[in-house]
């Protein structure tokens, strides 16, 4: 087990390698002062050697530092050379060499380091906060730009894969928005049988996912100054038909884009834009059947990495988080005509959806906002329960999973942890809630739990964890795949890798059991990946791919 595995943060790292660098650095100022008889323990040559010692060690510790901030092994190793700041001050004061010699190397370093920190950018950031480094002239076109979207960064198969095509995943994390899929049949060893690739091409910018209905898949994604609703062929990955919207949410740290995942109903799709805009739109060929800004409609504002929540299809109401003020926190709109139906609530929006869900045995409509969660009437929208659910940052992210007739499991990141909370109904129109357990385990930022046979997995921080649903004890917490999404798929978790990376790995609570891995995208991968029967598609915010998983 490496401190990658459990979870040593590399900002220690760089505290313990400025320590040790500056004591290094006093001690040989110390030795440059002090007595030069060559039998002491700090004569001249003994000084040089230690210097360069540890400015080897500082270049190690740094490649380890760099290495998370890129894939790309040259820009690693480039700002491990770029900071070997130890070995150039020992270069400088502590060889003898003519200051003309010492002065010549030092212009030559500083070229260097210039010459590669200029070839490099950051493109945004990951999931902990470090920044994502990249060349600064890529040789993939720049992401977001329409009229690359079409090329395909590799040859496009256009055979059918062997398995019947009819499944569907047609809402964000599929069809019970459980982000389980079953039935799935996979293979397990992805040794003998290796995913092939069906279609990989080129996209615009946005963290929303795929969905998918009969031969077309659908997602959101900037393209320069527009957001749109984009629908390809489920069989090549070619563009079918395109929706505009004149907007154009940006974000230096967290990426440009759209974020929800659109929502397939019918011959309807509706998709939320992360400004605000819901369009019902035609499935077929994108034309509008009606649209609206659940922003101005309800006097609210959108939270600061925008409008993430996808919509939830609710018998005849599509319902959506405006997060408005004075009873205008979750709103629903008639599917057909787009005319509001109610609202309610008063918390302002976090980062979930809203889900549909069976509680001791009436239908609820559960969102997670900034700080609370409520369970709403789906015909009326009033409040059933509420249960204050906070953390250091009020950012509430992770969507509650139903676990049986009364449970719901719910986590967060930033302090939160984990819980299971009981519900159940006294007095007609009185709620209880009450957790059975919490704890500071499992703390999951951007993604959501799966729940298997009694256990429930997703990633604290970056770090895949198993934990126990009956009383919240730890199983087993392994495998670094940094901020990514999973599913369930039967009793196997596909995971989608934060580096592009999708993995397969049991859902036991027995130990880390990783079956197979492959590089399914390059670069940032926010996305949460879409199973249709046993066609996995993914994307991020340049590139989007589709991949036959083998069956058993």
Same mark, same amino acid.
């Not at 039998?39 to 003994?46: E, G, N, Y």
């Not at 070997?84 to 270069?91: C, D, E, P």
């Given at each position: 087990?490496?401190?990658?595995?459990?979870?040593?943060?590399?900002?220690?790292?760089?505290?313990?390698?400025?320590?040790?660098?500056?004591?290094?650095?006093?001690?040989?100022?110390?030795?440059?002062?002090?007595?030069?008889?060559?039998?002491?323990?700090?004569?001249?040559?003994?000084?040089?050697?230690?210097?360069?010692?540890?400015?080897?060690?500082?270049?190690?510790?740094?490649?380890?530092?760099?290495?998370?901030?890129?894939?790309?092994?040259?820009?690693?190793?480039?700002?491990?050379?770029?900071?070997?700041?130890?070995?150039?001050?020992?270069?400088?004061?502590?060889?003898?060499?003519?200051?003309?010699?010492?002065?010549?190397?030092?212009?030559?370093?500083?070229?260097?380091?210039?010459?590669?920190?200029?070839?490099?950018?950051?493109?945004?950031?990951?999931?902990?906060?470090?920044?994502?480094?990249?060349?600064?002239?890529?040789?993939?076109?720049?992401?977001?730009?329409?009229?690359?979207?079409?090329?395909?960064?590799?040859?496009?198969?256009?055979?059918?894969?062997?398995?019947?095509?009819?499944?569907?995943?047609?809402?964000?994390?599929?069809?019970?928005?459980?982000?389980?899929?079953?039935?799935?049949?996979?293979?397990?060893?992805?040794?003998?049988?290796?995913?092939?690739?069906?279609?990989?091409?080129?996209?615009?910018?946005?963290?929303?996912?795929?969905?998918?209905?009969?031969?077309?898949?659908?997602?959101?994604?900037?393209?320069?100054?527009?957001?749109?609703?984009?629908?390809?062929?489920?069989?090549?990955?070619?563009?079918?038909?395109?929706?505009?919207?004149?907007?154009?949410?940006?974000?230096?740290?967290?990426?440009?884009?759209?974020?929800?995942?659109?929502?397939?109903?019918?011959?309807?799709?509706?998709?939320?834009?992360?400004?605000?805009?819901?369009?019902?739109?035609?499935?077929?060929?994108?034309?509008?059947?009606?649209?609206?800004?659940?922003?101005?409609?309800?006097?609210?504002?959108?939270?600061?990495?925008?409008?993430?929540?996808?919509?939830?299809?609710?018998?005849?109401?599509? *319902?959506?988080?405006?997060? +408005? /003020?004075?009873? %205008?926190? !979750?709103?629903?709109?008639?599917?057909?005509? =787009? @005319?509001?139906?109610?609202?309610?609530?008063?918390?302002?929006?976090?980062?979930?959806?809203?889900?549909?869900?069976?509680?001791?045995?009436?239908?609820?409509?559960?969102?997670?906002?900034?700080?609370?969660?409520?369970?709403?009437?789906?015909?009326?929208?009033?409040?059933?329960?509420?249960?204050?659910?906070?953390?250091?940052?009020?950012?509430?992210?992770?969507?509650?999973?139903?676990?049986?007739?009364?449970?719901?499991? *719910?986590?967060?990141?930033? +302090? /939160?942890?984990? %819980?299971? !909370?009981?519900?159940?109904?006294?007095?007609? =129109? @009185?709620?209880?809630?009450?957790?059975?357990?919490?704890?500071?385990?499992?703390?999951?930022?951007?993604?959501?739990?799966?729940?298997?046979?009694?256990?429930?997995?997703?990633?604290?921080?970056?770090?895949?964890?198993?934990?126990?649903?009956?009383?919240?004890?730890?199983?087993?917490?392994?495998?670094?795949?940094?901020?990514?999404?999973?599913?369930?798929?039967?009793?196997?978790?596909?995971?989608?890798?934060?580096?592009?990376?999708?993995?397969?790995?049991? /859902?036991?609570?027995?130990?880390?059991?990783?079956?197979?891995?492959?590089?399914?995208?390059?670069?940032?991968?926010?996305?949460?990946?879409?199973?249709?029967?046993?066609q996995l598609f993914v994307r991020n915010d340049h590139e989007r791919a589709c991949y036959q998983l083998p069956g058993n």
């Amino acid at each position: 087990m490496t401190w990658v595995d459990v979870g040593l943060h590399p900002a220690i790292w760089n505290w313990c390698i400025g320590v040790l660098g500056g004591v290094a650095l006093l001690v040989g100022l110390a030795a440059r002062s002090g007595p030069r008889k060559s039998h002491t323990l700090w004569s001249a040559h003994r000084v040089w050697a230690s210097g360069v010692a540890w400015s080897l060690a500082a270049g190690v510790v740094w490649y380890v530092l760099c290495s998370p901030f890129s894939r790309d092994v040259s820009i690693a190793a480039g700002y491990t050379i770029a900071t070997w700041w130890l070995l150039w001050v020992w270069m400088m004061f502590f060889v003898s060499w003519r200051w003309t010699k010492r002065l010549s190397l030092w212009a030559v370093f500083l070229a260097a380091a210039a010459l590669f920190l200029s070839s490099v950018k950051s493109d945004g950031w990951d999931g902990a906060g470090r920044p994502n480094i990249v060349w600064r002239f890529p040789t993939m076109a720049a992401p977001g730009v329409a009229a690359e979207v079409e090329a395909p960064l590799v040859p496009s198969r256009s055979d059918k894969p062997e398995r019947d095509e009819t499944a569907d995943y047609p809402c964000f994390r599929g069809v019970d928005g459980l982000a389980t899929v079953r039935a799935a049949k996979l293979a397990r060893n992805w040794t003998e049988q290796q995913p092939a690739l069906r279609w990989r091409h080129s996209v615009g910018a946005g963290w929303s996912g795929f969905v998918v209905a009969a031969g077309r898949v659908f997602t959101q994604e900037q393209r320069g100054e527009e957001e749109c609703v984009v629908c390809y062929d489920r069989h090549t990955g070619g563009e079918l038909w395109v929706h505009r919207d004149a907007a154009h949410y940006q974000n230096s740290g967290a990426g440009d884009g759209p974020r929800a995942t659109p929502t397939i109903h019918g011959q309807c799709i509706f998709a939320l834009g992360s400004t605000g805009i819901l369009n019902c739109l035609d499935c077929s060929n994108g034309m509008r059947h009606w649209t609206i800004n659940i922003l101005t409609d309800n006097e609210a504002q959108a939270p600061g990495h925008g409008m993430t929540g996808s919509p939830l299809v609710a018998g005849d109401l599509v *319902v959506v988080c405006a997060g +408005g /003020a004075r009873g %205008a926190s !979750l709103v629903a709109y008639d599917k057909t005509s =787009g @005319k509001r139906a109610w609202r309610a609530g008063n918390d302002p929006a976090g980062y979930a959806s809203p889900s549909l869900v069976q509680l001791a045995g009436f239908p609820q409509v559960l969102i997670i906002n900034s700080r609370n969660l409520n369970a709403h009437d789906p015909q009326t929208g009033e409040i059933l329960w509420s249960f204050p659910w906070r953390n250091d940052q009020a950012t509430n992210c992770s969507q509650p999973f139903p676990v049986g007739d009364k449970g719901v499991f *719910v986590s967060a990141d930033y +302090g /939160a942890g984990c %819980a299971l !909370l009981e519900i159940t109904q006294g007095a007609p =129109g @009185k709620w209880n809630v009450k957790p059975r357990w919490s704890n500071r385990g499992l703390q999951t930022k951007f993604c959501s739990v799966v729940v298997h046979d009694g256990y429930a997995y997703s990633f604290d921080d970056e770090i895949l964890e198993c934990v126990s649903v009956a009383d919240g004890r730890r199983q087993w917490k392994r495998g670094r795949y940094g901020h990514g999404q999973l599913l369930l798929a039967d009793d196997l978790l596909v995971i989608q890798a934060e580096d592009g990376r999708v993995a397969l790995v049991e /859902a036991t609570p027995e130990k880390h059991r990783e079956l197979g891995a492959f590089q399914a995208l390059e670069g940032k991968t926010w996305n949460n990946p879409a199973l249709a029967g046993r066609q996995l598609f993914v994307r991020n915010d340049h590139e989007r791919a589709c991949y036959q998983l083998p069956g058993n």
